[in-house]
């Protein structure tokens, strides 16, 4: 699969804004985080009760309940976890930086998708599924590869700073790992979604990225297991 170059400056361009707004709303302080996952949140909602119309024409009320568990529960573990670490022995520095979880899922979600599309891109032959034909294997395992390895490496550096040596370094390498897993997982299921509805994007508010669930499929997915995961185990 050939890169686009036209495609890749849009999408290179939106993202750039995507991601500026991200990172305010992520690194300024916990209300911010809180205002960002709130338009977030009621985006996705708006977008999931349109494709519920389309799929299910004058029964799509009842099946828009399903946003509750898809849509809601994982945004309301997200803003737990944002917390988690906060009031537990251990923690040290700026608490607005318990959300340390929520920006390594994010990022390991970035990091996957743009190296799974680009690897893909590169020398991707085999199809992944389906659902989303673009997906190939070569670049799925390629982006979930880079993902574990970046967010392993980088992350341990940065809890360094603002944890004492309590959280063990193997815990980014497996949040990464569940986010590249369960994130593609969510990417085929908003996919499946759209294809029921028929429609290529979930909204156009991100020109080359489509809508707020195109941006956010991965996440509502992957925060449920990071979310067991760090309960459990961390």
């Given at each position: ?5 036209e ?8 993202a750039?804004v ?11 302080n916990?209300?911010?985080f ?5 338009i977030i949140?009621?985006?996705c ?7 519920m119309?389309?799929?299910y ?12 568990i ?9 803003m737990d ?15 607005d930086?318990?959300?340390i979880?929520?920006?390594a899922?994010?990022f390991s979600?970035w ?6 599309y680009l ?5 991707g032959?085999?199809p ?6 673009k ?8 982006g979930?590869?880079l993902c574990v ?11 360094d ?7 063990p370094?193997?815990t ?5 790992g569940?986010?590249?897993v ?8 908003e996919?499946?979604i ?7 994007d ?11 669930l ?6 509502l ?7 067991v ?5 961390v």
């Amino acid at each position: 699969m050939a890169i686009n170059v036209e495609v890749l400056k849009t999408r290179a361009l939106t993202a750039v804004v995507f991601v500026a707004v991200m990172l305010t709303g992520l690194l300024w302080n916990q209300w911010s985080f809180i205002a960002l996952f709130t338009i977030i949140h009621f985006g996705c909602w708006y977008e999931f009760v349109k494709l519920m119309k389309k799929i299910y024409g004058e029964q799509y009320l009842k099946y828009c309940l399903l946003g509750l568990i898809y849509i809601t529960l994982p945004i309301l573990m997200l803003m737990d976890l944002m917390n988690i670490w906060n009031d537990v022995e251990g923690f040290k520095g700026n608490a607005d930086f318990g959300n340390i979880i929520p920006i390594a899922i994010i990022f390991s979600i970035w990091i996957n998708d743009t190296m799974a599309y680009l690897v893909g891109s590169l020398i991707g032959k085999t199809p992944f599924s389906k659902i989303s034909p673009k997906k190939t294997w070569e670049g799925t395992g390629g982006g979930a590869i880079l993902c574990v390895l970046v967010i392993g490496f980088l992350f341990p550096l940065v809890a360094d700073k603002y944890f004492y040596p309590s959280v063990p370094k193997q815990t980014w390498f497996i949040i990464a790992g569940i986010c590249a897993v369960f994130g593609t997982m969510g990417d085929l299921l908003e996919s499946k979604i759209k294809r029921m509805a028929d429609v290529k994007d979930s909204g156009s508010i991100m020109p080359g990225h489509g809508g707020f669930l195109d941006r956010f499929d991965s996440l509502l997915i992957a925060v449920p297991f990071v979310w067991v995961y760090v309960k459990l185990f961390v």
